[in-house]
C-alpha cells in the first residue's frame, strides 16, 4: 500500500472513530449530567458533593500511579501485529499487565494509607472516612489501561464508547432508584461504584475476548524474564507519556478535594456538576487526538 492509499486508510478510521467516540459523548455527557441532577434531588447537594469528592480521591490517586500503558502498546504493539509475531505482542500485553498490577497495588496501598491518616485534615465527614477504603477498590477498574490498549490496537473503539455509556446509564438508574425508594450516602456511593465495576469489567470481557479471537496468548512468565528486551526504548516512552498524562488529569481531581476541603461538601457538589459540563466539552479535542494517534499507528 502507497504511502497516499495509507494517508486516506488512516484519515478514514479517524472519521469513523471519532464519529463514534463523539456521538457517543456527546449523548451520554447529558445522561451523566441528569444523573447527577437527579442524584442532588434524591439525596442533597451535601450528598453528592461527599460522594464526587471520594470520586475526585479515587481517580487522583488511580491517575498518579498508574501505568499509562495503552500508548505503549499501540506503539510497540503495531509493528508486532503488522509482522504476525503472536508471541512478541502476547508478551508485550503481559508486560503491560504486570506494570498494571504492580501500579494498581502501589495505589491502593497509598488510597488507604492516606485516608486513615489524612482524612479528617481534609475536611472529610466520618461517613466519608468510613466509606472512602472500601469506594477506593474502584480504582481496578479504572485503571484498564491494558485493556484499553488492546481494544485500540484491533481498532475497537466501540467497546470503549460502550464503557462510557453503560456508566452514565448504570449513574441515572441508580439515582433514579434512590430518588424512588429513599437512601444517602451510602447508597449513592454504592451507585457509583457498582457503576465503575460493571463499566469496567464490561471493557476488560472485551479485550480477553479480542485476543481469544486472534489468537494472542499472554507470556506473563516470559515478560517477567525478559522485561522489556527487544523493545527499544520503552522505558523512556512509558515515562514520558505518564508524566505528561498524569499532569493533565491531575489539576481537576485535585482542585475538587481542595474546594471540599475550604468550602464543605455542598461547594464540592456545585463544582463538580460545573466540571463535568466544561469537560464534555473540552472532549471533542482530546478525543481527536486519540483517534489520531491510534488510526496513524493501527
Known amino acids: 500500500m502507497d504511502s497516499k492509499a495509507n494517508a486516506r486508510s488512516a484519515w478514514g478510521r479517524i472519521k469513523r472513530n471519532l464519529g463514534i467516540l463523539l456521538g457517543e459523548r456527546a449523548v451520554f455527557a447529558i445522561v451523566n449530567f441528569a444523573a447527577a441532577g437527579l442524584a442532588v434531588r434524591a439525596t442533597s447537594l451535601e450528598v453528592f458533593g461527599q460522594v464526587a469528592v471520594l470520586l475526585a480521591f479515587a481517580r487522583l490517586i488511580g491517575d498518579v500511579g498508574k501505568f499509562n500503558s495503552w500508548q505503549a502498546l499501540l506503539t510497540y504493539g503495531a509493528p508486532l501485529q503488522e509482522s504476525g509475531d503472536k508471541r512478541g505482542l502476547g508478551r508485550l500485553i503481559g508486560l503491560t499487565l504486570f506494570l498494571d498490577a504492580v501500579a494498581l497495588s502501589a495505589s491502593l496501598i497509598a488510597a488507604w494509607l492516606v485516608i486513615w491518616l489524612f482524612g479528617q485534615a481534609m475536611g472529610w465527614t466520618d461517613e466519608m472516612i468510613a466509606y472512602a477504603p472500601w469506594f477506593c477498590v474502584i480504582i481496578a477498574f479504572i485503571m484498564h489501561m491494558t485493556p484499553t490498549g488492546v481494544l485500540r490496537l484491533y481498532d475497537k473503539v466501540g467497546p470503549i464508547a ?6 452514565a446509564t448504570v449513574r441515572l438508574v441508580g439515582a433514579a432508584l434512590i430518588f424512588w425508594q429513599g437512601g ?5 456511593t454504592l451507585v457509583w461504584t457498582l457503576a465503575a465495576v460493571i463499566a469496567g469489567l464490561m471493557l476488560w470481557s472485551f479485550a480477553w475476548a479480542q485476543l481469544r479471537r486472534s489468537d494472542v496468548k499472554l507470556r506473563i512468565a516470559a515478560a517477567g524474564r525478559q522485561g522489556a528486551e527487544s523493545f527499544g526504548g520503552f522505558w523512556k516512552f512509558a ?9 493533565n488529569l491531575l489539576l481537576p481531581n485535585v482542585a475538587t478535594l481542595i474546594v471540599t476541603a475550604v468550602l464543605g461538601g455542598a461547594a464540592a457538589g456545585l463544582f ?5 459540563i466544561t469537560a464534555a466539552m473540552a472532549r471533542p479535542g482530546d478525543t481527536l487526538g ?9
Open 162 to 167: 460502550a464503557q462510557h455509556a453503560v456508566t
Open 184 to 188: 444517602g450516602c451510602f447508597e449513592l
Open 239 to 247: 515515562g514520558a507519556t505518564n508524566l505528561i498524562s498524569t499532569l
Open 272 to 276: 463538580a456538576i460545573v466540571r463535568q
Open 290 to 298: 486519540r483517534c489520531s494517534f491510534q488510526s496513524s499507528l493501527c
